[in-house]
């Protein structure tokens, strides 16, 4: 049924149809709406979960963590200092395989103090071997914590899943979303049967030492196992689609790139932002496209080759940033034509939307009369030079 | 795609990690002893096994050769000899 929705609710809503029987997490702006909800269905009856309150994200990373090695279906969510916190139970969950569903949603690292979005922080902890889903509205951040619950129980997967949505613009917006019942869930979503559990009954050990001659095996797995990734994700996107009867592709999706002159590829609410602009610029016959990259881990840079192979001119758009060398989505982007044989004439890279400030329709036609023939690499858009004056020399 | 991730109770007898040991390795002399136990106690490998007088040894399998035996020994039956 169709509903108007802040976007954290409808997250919590459809994490709720999950039924997790473990949720813990640690306030932190702005993903506090989605577990607020959630405590509140626990408290009313409405969701049988054991909801447990933690001093902090590194513990309820921890729980859930514990949750899933016991064989109960887990649920958390966090941003930005908090999925730091988080950072090396964050590693953990990956290196033993326990299939969990993180809501991150995105907002920029202190210091300086900033409550507000941009995608650094998901995309730092992009080598834990989490999958990662980056959503461009409610809609879809709602569908991806169905998707990622059936690709991280999938048994020839057992990576976790991370869903991003951008803070504020997609917790705290407030669209029409379709909401699926109950019906629906259980039909997509069958109960949660776990490969190993922590069992006294039949006692293992997970998580412990690997020494030089077994390490090397475990980070191995996962890699292949990210490389299955890119098979499974649109298989079971397809499965969602009859379903729930919307269509996703789940790796990247392509809008009016067939005969675009210049495009756009970028991850998250942006893109709805540069779809508003490219039908605009398209009306006026200027040939625009994007690329949007749904999933950042894996990457699919075969698909993000064939896709822009024939393209002259393409422009990254990056909402974070690696200091001191190249913005992390246009890397992969440039890395995808290394060795091939055809390629983009011009791929420029541009950051934008740091801690929070607008990418609005203007800086995304900034970025499109940007995008000549001289390359551009992470140029940072919308900078104020005034306040680059500081001098604190003595 | 798996590797190595969880480990059956026990199974940590399967890493023969005598390997470790670098300078010296204990020795049972086997002539003194008074069964007291102790080394078995304070071996932290657990490698040490015995139950009678003059019957305790250790595995080389697993021992580090730390000489906490040797150590502990009220009588001196235990000392700790260069690992060839």
Redesign the interface.
């Known amino acids: 049924m169709k509903e108007f929705l802040e976007g954290s609710k409808a997250v919590a809503e459809v994490v709720g149809l999950c039924k997790p029987g473990v949720i813990s997490a640690y306030p932190i702006t702005p993903q506090t709406h989605i577990v607020e909800e959630l405590a509140q269905f626990v408290a009313d009856g409405k969701l049988n979960s054991q909801f447990i309150n933690v001093e902090s994200e590194h513990s309820a990373a921890s729980v859930v963590l514990g949750g899933v090695a016991a064989g109960v279906r887990s649920y958390t969510a966090t941003s930005s200092q908090g999925l730091f916190y988080m950072a090396e139970v964050i590693f953990n969950i990956a290196g033993m395989r326990l299939p969990l569903v993180l809501t991150c949603a995105n907002r920029a690292i202190s210091a300086p103090i900033n409550i507000w979005n941009d995608q650094q922080d998901s995309v730092s902890l992009r080598d834990s071997g989490w999958i990662q889903l980056y959503a461009e509205d409610i809609q879809e951040a709602a569908d991806l914590h169905l998707i990622g619950y059936r690709i991280t129980e999938d048994k020839s997967m057992m990576l976790p899943v991370m869903v991003c949505m951008d803070g504020f613009i997609l917790t705290h917006g407030i669209e029409v979303v379709d909401m699926p019942t109950q019906e629906q869930v259980d039909k997509f979503l069958p109960a949660y049967k776990p490969l190993y559990k922590l069992d006294v009954e039949n006692p293992i050990s997970m998580g412990l030492l690997a020494d030089p001659d077994y390490y090397t095996e475990t980070r191995y797995a996962i890699h292949e196992t990210m490389k299955d990734a890119l098979k499974l994700i649109p298989k079971v996107t397809a499965e969602f689609s009859k379903v729930f009867g919307r269509s996703y592709n789940g790796l990247l999706e392509e809008y009016r790139t067939k005969d675009a002159e210049r495009v756009i590829v970028a991850m998250g609410s942006v893109c709805g932002t540069i779809k508003e602009v490219i039908d605009e610029l398209r009306a006026k016959g200027k040939k625009v496209g994007l690329l949007k990259i749904s999933s950042f881990r894996p990457f699919p840079a075969a698909k993000v080759y064939e896709a822009l192979k024939d393209i002259p001119k393409v422009a990254i758009l990056d909402k974070s940033v690696s200091l001191g060398s190249y913005a992390p989505l246009a890397v992969e982007v440039k890395a995808s034509f290394f060795g091939k044989k055809k390629s983009p004439k011009v791929i420029s890279s541009f950051v934008a939307g740091l801690g929070g400030r607008d990418i609005t329709k203007d800086t995304v036609k900034e970025i499109y009369s940007l995008l000549t023939s001289k390359e551009k690499a992470c140029e940072f858009i919308d900078l104020k030079p005034e306040l680059l004056k500081e001098s604190y020399e003595q | 795609?798996?590797?190595?991730?969880?480990?059956?109770?026990g199974t940590s007898k399967n890493?023969k990690t005598g390997s470790w040991r670098t300078e010296s390795r204990p020795k049972f002399l086997k002539t003194n002893c008074i069964a007291c136990k102790m080394c078995r106690i304070v071996c932290p490998e657990g490698c040490i096994t015995g139950t009678e007088k003059n019957t305790y040894d250790c595995d080389y399998a697993f021992c580090k050769g730390c000489g906490n035996c040797a150590m502990i020994c009220p009588k001196q039956d235990i000392t700790m000899i260069k690992e060839e």
């Open positions: 795609m798996f590797g190595p991730l969880t480990s059956k109770s890493n």
